[in-house]
């Protein structure tokens, strides 16, 4: 019950015009992010975080997290009518969905899109809702060691969730080392900085994640075309048959539990969670060779699926302070820029910050769900935006927005340096993301296990003794090593295949 | 050389240079781990990956894409100019000023590598220049350069 009346509360909160308006525009600029390919949702929020800065954190994170879900509602459009996948979630809407536009069916696979997306991310809120104080009362019983244990577990979970284990572990510990630069928390000595005192609270987050997704991106696709023809949806066709709105049914709610529980998972949650769903969706299906050529299954399970996990996604990074996925990671950075620190005592010392965003979140879906269907033609009609005009928006923002941060041009040459350093590892297929996370999780991780040694005087036993420590400790180590013998078997081909 | 035996090669550097400088800080004990630990360790650990990754690309080369260096020297232009052209906005921000900046960056941006006719980009310049300028110095009350003139 006291969930319901937090809730409430919360409701109270993101009723207010200030928080109602950035809420929309949230929504707003992640449709638009999720129809425009090659702005993530990740690319879509770190270019708002300046535009934060003068808001109340409540505002921030409600604006911030409306862009994170808007983005998956707006990825399906351009793979249903274009073919054009809007962000990677909505890859595998490419298949099923434009057979569907190209059959003349289009309207019904949009429609069926945004509800299934509405009821997939409205059910994972309700989890949310219940489920992070839970975690939260949870986490305020853990100590160093079982951060250190949450922490490494997250890191090599990221790793294994990764495109190649042995591309991304060692991104993951370039991304700690880096977040090794600065001063030492605990003996105060500067570490990496070369006497240069603007190194000496670290390379900036912000600059290292705006200049990794957003400049690095742009440098990887300047000079791309895209084939921009557009199909054309009258608002009369939008509605689906009987026929496809009972086979939708089953998808959306098998979608909405599976990426529920995907979006636990480090890594691109929402990615896994829309594959998932379509392989499952097939394997249960009476006809799967049908698929592929335009079965409204194939559009309704993933699409909910993706928008289920935004929501899941967000528990572990509100309820113990672990962001498990870029967008998440990048919201937690605007948060620590408010002063707010998520984690286990989040719900207790910022109840307004929390319950006000949960309530938000149920907002933006519906939001979401009346802005996107009728004005789908406007949307489709961005994508038409040459990139040749719309790269150096991009730039400029990122530029004045990381400006904006401390006011020092040393962060200009961060974020420049860390744009070429994503130019080059996205040509050489490695993904940066897992970097990122890294920079973020490292120094917690690092400080755990130094709190955990100085508390039992030097003994590893620490991480024994407490039962959930050991148990993460040790599901960490076997996970590690399973994946390096699944690596270095001869003739194994990749998990992708 | 391969992507993979290039990655191989940029860890090994990094673990290098990390282990390099953080054998230089102190260890301390295990009692107080100091602060050249963890960074001496990750450093370590990345060297061995850098290794592993360049000597096991080296092996597997057969078969795998080794990387077209002139379509790769193609390819790196219109990146090398968006750099060099931002370096030459962040090292000027300060002296020439937000406004006068950006509309320069924007019109060489817009003119060089978006390859619009010169007038189309002084006025798309001067547009998006003033436009950000307005947004983010009034709007948003971000405290832009000045520059050394303090006109506006």
Same mark, same amino acid.
């Given at each position: 019950?006291?969930?319901?009346?937090?809730?409430?509360?919360?409701?109270?909160?993101?009723?207010?015009?200030?928080?109602?308006?950035?809420?929309?525009?949230?929504?707003?600029?992640?449709?638009?992010?999720?129809?425009?390919?090659?702005?993530?949702?990740?690319?879509?929020?770190?270019?708002?975080?300046?535009?934060?800065?003068?808001?109340?954190?409540?505002?921030?994170?409600?604006?911030?997290?409306?862009?994170?879900?808007?983005?998956?509602?707006?990825?399906?459009?351009?793979?249903?009518?274009?073919?054009?996948?809007?962000?990677?979630?909505?890859?595998?809407?490419?298949?099923? *969905?434009?057979?569907?536009?190209?059959?003349?069916?289009?309207?019904?696979?949009?429609?069926?899109?945004?509800?299934?997306?509405?009821?997939?991310?409205?059910?994972?809120?309700?989890?949310?809702?219940?489920?992070?104080?839970?975690?939260?009362?949870?986490?305020?019983?853990?100590?160093?060691?079982?951060?250190?244990?949450?922490?490494?577990?997250?890191?090599?979970?990221?790793?294994?969730?990764?495109?190649?284990?042995?591309?991304?572990?060692?991104?993951?510990?370039?991304?700690?080392?880096?977040?090794?630069?600065?001063?030492?928390?605990?003996?105060?000595?500067?570490?990496?900085?070369?006497?240069?005192?603007?190194?000496?609270?670290?390379?900036?987050?912000?600059?290292?994640?705006? *200049?990794?997704?957003?400049?690095?991106?742009?440098?990887?696709?300047?000079?791309?075309?895209?084939?921009?023809?557009?199909?054309?949806?009258?608002?009369?066709?939008?509605?689906?048959?009987?026929?496809?709105?009972?086979?939708?049914?089953?998808?959306?709610?098998?979608?909405?539990?599976?990426?529920?529980?995907?979006?636990?998972?480090?890594?691109?949650?929402?990615?896994?969670?829309?594959?998932?769903?379509?392989?499952?969706?097939?394997?249960?299906?009476?006809?799967?060779?049908?698929?592929?050529?335009?079965?409204?299954? *194939?559009?309704?399970?993933?699409?909910?699926?993706?928008?289920?996990?935004?929501?899941?996604?967000?528990?572990?990074?509100?309820?113990?302070?672990?962001?498990?996925?870029?967008?998440?990671?990048?919201?937690?950075?605007?948060?620590?820029?408010?002063?707010?620190?998520?984690?286990?005592?989040?719900?207790?010392?910022?109840?307004?910050?929390?319950?006000?965003?949960?309530?938000?979140?149920?907002?933006?879906?519906?939001?979401?769900?009346?802005?996107?269907?009728?004005?789908?033609?406007?949307?489709?009609?961005?994508?038409?935006?040459?990139?040749?005009?719309?790269?150096?928006?991009?730039?400029?923002?990122?530029?004045?927005?990381?400006?904006?941060?401390?006011?020092?041009?040393?962060?200009?040459?961060?974020?420049?340096?860390?744009?070429?350093?994503?130019?080059?590892?996205?040509?050489?297929?490695?993904?940066?993301?897992?970097?990122?996370?890294?920079?973020?999780?490292?120094?917690?991780?690092?400080?755990?296990?130094?709190?955990?040694?100085?508390?039992?005087?030097?003994?590893?036993?620490?991480?024994?003794?407490?039962?959930?420590?050991?148990?993460?400790?040790?599901?960490?180590?076997?996970?590690?090593?399973?994946?390096?013998?699944?690596?270095?078997?001869?003739?194994?081909?990749?998990?992708?295949? | 050389?391969?992507?993979?035996?290039?990655?191989?090669?940029?860890?090994?550097?990094?673990?290098?240079?990390?282990?390099?400088?953080?054998?230089?800080?102190?260890?301390?004990?295990?009692?107080?781990?100091?602060?050249?630990?963890?960074?001496?360790?990750?450093?370590?650990?990345?060297?061995?990956?850098?290794?592993?990754?360049?000597?096991?690309?080296?092996?597997?080369?057969?078969?795998?894409?080794?990387?077209?260096?002139?379509?790769?020297?193609?390819?790196?232009?219109?990146?090398?100019?968006?750099?060099?052209?931002?370096?030459?906005?962040?090292?000027?921000?300060?002296?020439?000023?937000?406004?006068?900046?950006?509309?320069?960056?924007?019109?060489?941006?817009?003119?060089?590598?978006?390859?619009?006719?010169?007038?189309?980009?002084?006025?798309?310049?001067?547009?998006?220049?003033?436009?950000?300028?307005?947004?983010?110095?009034?709007?948003?009350?971000?405290?832009?350069?000045?520059?050394?003139?303090?006109?506006?």
């Amino acid at each position: 019950m006291d969930v319901l009346s937090d809730c409430l509360n919360g409701f109270r909160i993101a009723l207010s015009l200030n928080n109602l308006y950035l809420c929309f525009i949230g929504c707003l600029w992640g449709s638009i992010v999720g129809v425009l390919p090659g702005i993530g949702p990740t690319a879509g929020i770190t270019l708002l975080i300046p535009v934060t800065f003068g808001l109340h954190p409540t505002g921030a994170i409600i604006m911030l997290a409306g862009i994170y879900y808007g983005a998956m509602y707006g990825g399906s459009t351009t793979s249903i009518l274009m073919k054009i996948p809007g962000e990677a979630a909505s890859v595998v809407t490419c298949i099923d *969905g434009y057979q569907m536009t190209l059959k003349g069916r289009g309207g019904a696979a949009l429609f069926i899109s945004a509800w299934g997306s509405w009821i997939g991310g409205t059910l994972s809120i309700v989890g949310l809702m219940f489920l992070t104080p839970v975690l939260a009362d949870f986490g305020t019983n853990f100590g160093p060691p079982e951060m250190f244990g949450i922490y490494l577990m997250a890191l090599i979970l990221l790793g294994s969730l990764g495109r190649e284990f042995f591309k991304t572990m060692p991104m993951i510990i370039m991304g700690m080392l880096i977040g090794t630069v600065g001063v030492d928390a605990i003996s105060g000595v500067f570490r990496f900085t070369h006497g240069n005192k603007d190194l000496f609270d670290g390379f900036g987050l912000l600059p290292i994640a705006m *200049g990794s997704l957003g400049i690095g991106e742009i440098l990887s696709t300047t000079g791309e075309s895209m084939v921009t023809i557009v199909h054309k949806i009258k608002f009369r066709e939008l509605l689906p048959t009987r026929e496809e709105l009972r086979a939708s049914v089953g998808p959306i709610f098998r979608g909405s539990g599976l990426g529920f529980i995907i979006g636990f998972l480090p890594g691109a949650a929402h990615v896994f969670s829309s594959f998932a769903s379509y392989v499952l969706e097939k394997r249960l299906a009476k006809r799967p060779k049908e698929f592929g050529t335009g079965r409204i299954e *194939g559009v309704a399970g993933p699409e909910t699926a993706n928008n289920a996990a935004t929501g899941s996604a967000m528990i572990p990074f509100l309820g113990l302070g672990v962001p498990t996925g870029t967008a998440t990671a990048v919201i937690m950075i605007a948060l620590l820029i408010h002063g707010v620190q998520p984690g286990p005592l989040l719900i207790s010392e910022h109840p307004d910050v929390f319950w006000g965003f949960v309530a938000s979140m149920y907002i933006g879906n519906l939001i979401l769900l009346i802005l996107n269907l009728p004005l789908v033609g406007i949307f489709v009609n961005l994508i038409r935006i040459p990139s040749r005009i719309l790269f150096p928006i991009i730039i400029l923002i990122c530029l004045v927005g990381t400006y904006s941060i401390n006011f020092n041009t040393f962060d200009l040459f961060v974020l420049l340096g860390f744009g070429v350093f994503g130019y080059v590892f996205k040509k050489l297929e490695c993904d940066i993301a897992p970097l990122i996370l890294a920079v973020l999780i490292g120094p917690p991780l690092e400080m755990a296990f130094r709190q955990s040694l100085m508390r039992s005087a030097g003994s590893f036993s620490i991480f024994f003794e407490k039962p959930i420590a050991l148990v993460l400790i040790i599901s960490s180590g076997l996970l590690l090593a399973w994946n390096i013998f699944r690596g270095l078997r001869p003739g194994k081909a990749s998990w992708e295949k | 050389m391969n992507k993979e035996g290039t990655l191989g090669l940029i860890f090994l550097c990094t673990g290098i240079y990390g282990l390099v400088l953080s054998i230089q800080l102190s260890m301390g004990t295990w009692k107080e781990p100091g602060p050249g630990g963890f960074p001496a360790c990750l450093s370590f650990l990345l060297c061995i990956c850098g290794v592993l990754g360049f000597v096991g690309a080296r092996g597997k080369s057969k078969g795998k894409p080794r990387i077209d260096r002139r379509l790769a020297s193609r390819n790196l232009a219109p990146p090398l100019k968006i750099v060099m052209v931002t370096l030459g906005f962040i090292l000027s921000l300060d002296k020439a000023g937000y406004l006068v900046a950006s509309t320069l960056y924007m019109f060489v941006l817009l003119f060089w590598i978006s390859r619009y006719k010169w007038w189309l980009s002084i006025l798309l310049a001067l547009g998006l220049g003033t436009a950000s300028w307005y947004f983010f110095g009034k709007v948003l009350a971000v405290q832009l350069p000045k520059g050394v003139w303090n006109l506006y």
